[in-house]
């Protein structure tokens, strides 16, 4: 039998912490005079009871956390996450549509970065911060920032972890959980100020330098301004962005053992990274080759703009320099590639992750020298490390349950009056947790505002599952889940 009362207990312990970070802003809506601030204390009195009320139906509860309740916490959590979260966008009237201001909201805690506005320069300064706010706790994950900074609510529990982390590979870095997590956190915000340093340093302005970094090391892409990075016109602050980018996409426990321990040569040889590396460089290299041959692009420019946008695909970032919709439709694969794969397991950003791309050739590889070698003990290696044939089994499970769920939302958007090529990468996007789309009428630079409800409800749930690895909350629809034996 499922222990309810451990879940509604943590649950409402955590929404004591949304409710925390509702009273910054508060107290920066305060500090700069502006209107948000009555939707902003309502927020937090609303979310603080829905804490107490969890809080107390969790009374007496068994501090015993299986396998179940770990995966129905941390769907509910996200979930409840952003239903609170869109409270002082509904309630402010930014958003006076609640399916808009809970797509949105859910697109900052799973860092996805699609918005449903049409212009973000219009919001107050604590709005702005609350957007960023949302991917930047939930680009490591929310229960995960938990276990950093107060393990006791979910006891380090590793079965929270592995339900919430991405990759089919958790890096240990510690034998307590907790010091993981703290470790993890402790490189992430010391990336996190140094973007900060480096853009105010490059000519943005402090407010922009905060917002702007820890929505690039969360891979986020919620900007402070209708054009993104392209509204600041600097090549500089652009190469910082890539730069930064490109190092949240890469594994958090590789950054910290690169930088803390001084593992270099583990590091460049990790075969993930690698790859990661690699696809980065190709789909440059060919969008560059095509920008400078079907468009009036200098040498300089198209391969700047490439690497900007090639990095921000594949970290699902979604941040533009220039709009890849206008772009020979050609280079439009090329970015579905990034797209699909995404960055390094254990990083901040969305995608298939390049490792389970590494473990998919390597496993059919094996399968072809099994032609020849019929009776080869063939192990599937990454690195140092044998990966199982369990291992292997999830891998392509995973992708044949991507593959279908994006089938299965791209029927429902066009059955809802979506054109092909919005509808299926709006659904690719939203699994790999991107943000921009390559389509006609919804472009990188646009607004999903022009979305049916429906279909945005569908993309909300499609980025949840996106962001927790699909099978979290798939195992949920199966019957097997709520037997008691």
Not at 174 to 202: D, E
Not at 247 to 253: E, K, P
Not at 369 to 397: C, D, E, M, N
Request: include cysteine.
């Amino acid at each position: 039998m499922l222990n309810l009362k451990i879940i509604y207990k943590i649950i409402g312990q955590l929404l004591y912490i949304e409710a925390l970070m509702m009273a910054v802003c508060v107290v920066m809506s305060f500090c700069y005079g502006e209107t948000d601030m009555p939707g902003f204390v309502f927020s937090t009195i609303i979310t603080v009871a829905a804490a107490f009320l969890f809080r107390y139906l969790g009374i007496n509860a068994v501090d015993s956390l299986g396998r179940r309740e770990a995966y129905l916490l941390v769907s509910m959590v996200w979930l409840l996450f952003s239903f609170f979260g869109a409270l002082p966008l509904y309630i402010t009237g930014h958003l006076p549509n609640f399916t808009d201001a809970y797509f949105e909201t859910m697109s900052g805690f799973t860092t996805t970065g699609a918005s449903v506005m049409d212009s973000v320069e219009n919001l107050p300064h604590a709005l702005k911060f609350w957007r960023s706010m949302t991917q930047w706790i939930g680009g490591l994950g929310i229960v995960f920032f938990t276990i950093a900074i107060i393990p006791s609510l979910v006891g380090g529990n590793m079965r929270v972890f592995s339900a919430e982390a991405t990759g089919p590979i958790h890096s240990k870095m510690h034998p307590r959980l907790k010091t993981t997590a703290k470790w993890i956190w402790s490189m992430y915000i010391v990336l996190n100020i140094a973007c900060v340093g480096c853009l105010f340093v490059a000519g943005m302005g402090l407010f922009d330098s905060v917002n702007y970094s820890m929505t690039i090391t969360a891979t986020g892409g919620f900007a402070t301004h209708d054009a993104s990075v392209a509204y600041f016109n600097s090549a500089t602050i652009e190469y910082i962005i890539i730069a930064f980018m490109f190092l949240s996409g890469i594994s958090y426990a590789l950054l910290y053992a690169f930088f803390f321990k001084g593992k270099v040569k583990s590091f460049f040889k990790d075969p993930e990274l690698r790859l990661y590396t690699l696809l980065v460089t190709i789909a440059t290299v060919v969008i560059t080759f095509f920008l400078i041959r079907s468009s009036d692009y200098d040498f300089h420019d198209a391969l700047r703009v490439s690497l900007f946008q090639v990095i921000s695909y594949i970290t699902s970032t979604g941040f533009f320099s220039d709009d890849a919709g206008k772009w020979p439709h050609i280079t439009w694969i090329a970015l579905c590639v990034c797209m699909f794969f995404g960055g390094c397991a254990g990083s901040t950003s969305g995608g298939f992750k390049c490792v389970r791309g590494v473990m998919i050739l390597k496993v059919i590889l094996n399968e072809l020298k099994r032609v020849l070698h019929p009776h080869a003990v063939l192990p599937v290696k990454i690195g140092h490390r044998t990966i199982t044939y369990g291992a292997q089994v999830s891998v392509l499970t995973f992708f044949v349950l991507y593959v279908l769920i994006c089938f299965f939302s791209y029927v429902i958007m066009i059955i809802a009056g979506v054109d092909n090529i919005n509808a299926i990468t709006l659904a690719l996007s939203c699994a790999s947790n991107v943000g921009p789309t390559l389509g006609f009428e919804l472009g990188p630079t646009m607004s999903w505002n022009i979305l049916p409800d429906i279909v945005k409800w569908l993309l909300s749930m499609l980025m949840l599952m996106g962001r927790l690895e699909i099978i979290t909350v798939v195992v949920m629809f199966t019957s097997a889940f709520w037997k008691d034996n």
